[in-house]
């Protein structure tokens, strides 16, 4: 008979493994990799991420791992950009390629236009570009359709895309810096190709590391792809098996941290996008169904979120008007006054690290 694991103690589990119980002495890049990557479709989000999660953080921390090629900016989990150390980037976007192959053809704004397009071809032209020097989309969409004129360059750019893993090189990624993406191979530009033998156990090892006890769902979830049961059955020997309240397979590396449900958890800031929100099938953990829906908009942007006794319980966000930045923080439900108080601190504390520059700092509760 499985253990069962309460919502609050799968809340505990995840604090502890994504850094939010207490402040990391860990560097930038230990923590890049030990939180499994960072969500990163818009440049400053792992910025935010980092700050929240580990002592003594810089913007520098982490833009001299870009610029060193510590850390590269890729689309894999979900489709979507992440911030991850180029041995995981090399390792996992092969497994979650299916996702990309998929994502070809059911574009309905491209995919009747490419069907019948050699998008191999298209590959190994995209390829063959890049490798001379690194393009913005816009300059490889025009290359492209030098041979293939019967597409849009924005469709041609969207096979490219998803048929190669491809880095957002700098300066894309560094704090401060503008600009679109330009891209290379993850070959060319990190020095390797990726693993030619991916390994999807070794994937669903580190999403139970930093985001466990979880579902095969919640698993499929985060990676964005299927057939994650049958890894997990395979890794079954080598894992701790729970149930949740509903009843529900949970797996867990054996000596994985999971506190008491009755650990303190502090108030914190979550920066925009934070993965903690986006990475499991059942969010409830850490956010409400209803909360959720005000959180994540229509369109897949994820705001700043205020967590309190490890759940989200408003929002955040700064706004700039003339030498003036202002954080608001917005509480969905009433917060205690402790509670506030150590929120009102963070954003001051944090107001003044993304803007250092501005000659007036204040932090606003919007009730």
Known sequence: ?????????????????????????????????????????????????????????????????????????????????????????????????????????????????????????????????????????????????????????????????????????????????????????????????????PSPERMFRRYLAAFGPATVQDAQTWAGITKLGEVAERLRPELRVFRDENGRELFDLPEAPRPDADTPAPPLLLGPFDQTILSYADRTRVISDEHRKVVITQNGLVKGTILVDGTVRGLWEIKIAKKVATLLITPFERVPKRDLAALESSADRLLRWAHPKAETHSVQVVL
């Open 1 to 197: 008979m499985s253990d069962t694991l309460s919502r609050r103690a799968l809340n505990r589990a995840m604090l502890a493994r994504q850094l939010l119980l207490r402040p990391s002495n860990l560097t930038a890049l230990e923590a890049v990799e030990h939180l499994a990557g960072l969500q990163a479709q818009a440049p400053n989000p792992p910025y935010f991420a980092l700050w929240t999660r580990l002592n003594g953080f810089t913007q520098d921390d982490l833009a001299k791992l870009l610029l060193d090629k510590s850390v590269v900016r890729i689309a894999l989990m979900r489709g979507t950009v992440h911030l991850v150390t180029p041995s995981d980037a090399l390792a996992w976007r092969p497994v979650v390629q299916t996702l990309y192959d998929r994502a070809v053809l059911a574009n309905t704004e491209f995919g009747p236009e490419i069907s019948g397009l050699d998008h191999q071809e298209i590959a190994r032209t995209a390829r063959k570009l890049l490798g001379e020097r690194p393009l913005s989309a816009a300059e490889l969409g025009a290359e492209l359709a030098k041979q293939w004129a019967s597409a849009r360059p924005s469709a041609l750019v969207h096979v490219a895309r998803a048929m190669l893993p491809l880095v957002q090189i700098p300066p894309r990624g560094i704090w401060g810096k503008s600009g679109q993406p330009t891209y290379q191979t993850a070959g060319d530009w990190i020095g390797t190709e990726p693993d030619a033998t």
